[in-house]
């Protein structure tokens, strides 16, 4: 979360210097935003099923860790979604022939 926080301040930054009287636009505050990865929610996608591996195995040494892993992802879900909507650009749509055919 601190990641795209500073990267985001930092643009804001050096932008905010070179032109300091020019107000901007919604359109331009938009473009300074961070590009999403080329994967986009693969990598949160995979942190969950790591997760619920983990959860699985040790259930039986910490029942409690059910409880825990819960409680992290209600925190974690409301944290991804602010970081998706306040920090990334939005990802641009391309169109394809059918859904086989991705750009992996």
């Avoid at 032109?19 to 919604?26: P, V, Y």
């Avoid at 359109?27 to 983990?54: A, P």
């Avoid at 819960?70 to 939005?90: M, V």
């Amino acid at each position: 979360m601190g990641v795209p926080w500073l990267l985001r301040v930092y643009k804001k930054w050096s932008v905010h210097k070179k032109d300091q009287c020019a107000h901007e636009n919604q359109w331009e505050s938009d473009y300074n935003l961070i590009n999403q990865e080329e994967l986009g929610l693969f990598s949160e996608y995979l942190e969950k099923v790591l997760q619920f591996g983990f959860v699985t195995i040790f259930v039986v040494a910490f029942p409690l860790a059910p409880l825990f892993a819960s409680l992290n992802n209600i925190t974690e879900i409301r944290l991804d979604a602010r970081k998706f909507i306040t920090f990334l650009r939005r990802p641009v749509a391309e169109r394809v022939k059918n859904i086989e055919c991705t750009v992996w």
